[in-house]
Nanobody
Framework: QVQLVESGGAKVQPGGSLRLSCAAS????????MGWYRQVPGKQRELVAM???????NYPDSVKGRFTISRDNAKNTVYLQMNSLKPEDTAVYYC???????WGQGTQVTVSS
């Protein structure tokens, strides 16, 4: 099992920016596919961004051009830079690693004026 600890969640005004971090331990980080997901009450958890071991990235249309995922293998950390935040981005954001399939505890992001 990979241990994942997210940080960086906060309340921010619409149009603002946040950077989330996810520190991993318990595995060789460079071999992990890393992803960020989000979930709001009553809805399924959805993919926000993914980065492969080679650095390829994937985003859904809802965040493309606003969110950027990156990884620092030397620091065993994956980041999610979120710009131009909207109220609909409000959710608990989770970090995910594979393999094996592992999840962090989540960090709350609230976009509100």
């Amino acid at each position: 099992q990979v241990q994942l600890v997210e940080s960086g969640g906060a309340k921010v005004q619409p149009g603002g920016s946040l950077r989330l971090s996810c520190a991993a331990s318990g595995s060789i980080f460079s071999t992990l596919i890393m992803g960020w997901y989000r979930q709001v009450p009553g809805k399924q958890r959805e993919l926000v961004a993914m980065i492969t071991t080679g650095g390829s990235t994937n985003y859904p249309d809802s965040v493309k051009g606003r969110f950027t995922i990156s990884r620092d293998n030397a620091k065993n950390t994956v980041y999610l830079q979120m710009n131009s935040l909207k109220p609909e981005d409000t959710a608990v954001y989770y970090c995910r690693a594979n393999p094996p399939d592992s999840w962090g505890q989540g960090t709350q992001v609230t976009v509100s004026s």
